[in-house]
């Protein structure tokens, strides 16, 4: 095999490797975008599950309200690549300052959605931003 050869393949590699790391930019942001866009809507027209969750967390309504927006917002962002990286940095962020005051879980129901999207919104900061230090932006 000559050297142009094998640097045929290795591109042949590199581009598989991410075309898979873009298509699973592409399930996870689209997926968690629209999931949590959805929970946000749900908040905005006061979800009454969703309401009492907060209530019972001893969370005031303004965070319960501003939560519901803030998802929104950002499950739209989700959906454009350009803004997702963003988008996962800011629903983590809002995640994070939500449980700063550590609340009960009442209903295992809403757990495993909940470590579900940390997990992926995590994976997906981690394909981002290891694409974006590759290319050298």
Known sequence: MSNREVTAVRKNLTDAKWDARTMATQ?????????LGAAG???L???AKFANYYAD???PRWVFLG????EVLAGIAMLVPRTRLYAAWLLLGMIFL?????????EMFFLI??????A???VLVWLLGSRRRNSGA
């Open 67 to 70: 939560s519901g927006v803030i």
């Open 113 to 118: 959605p909940q470590i579900v999207s940390i």
């Open 41 to 43: 809507v749900l908040k």
């Open 27 to 35: 399930v996870i942001g689209i997926g968690v975008g629209l999931f």
């Open 45 to 47: 027209f006061d979800f």
């Open 120 to 122: 992926l919104l995590i």
């Open 98 to 106: 939500i449980a700063w005051k550590p609340w009960s879980v009442h």
């Open 57 to 59: 967390a001893g969370q």
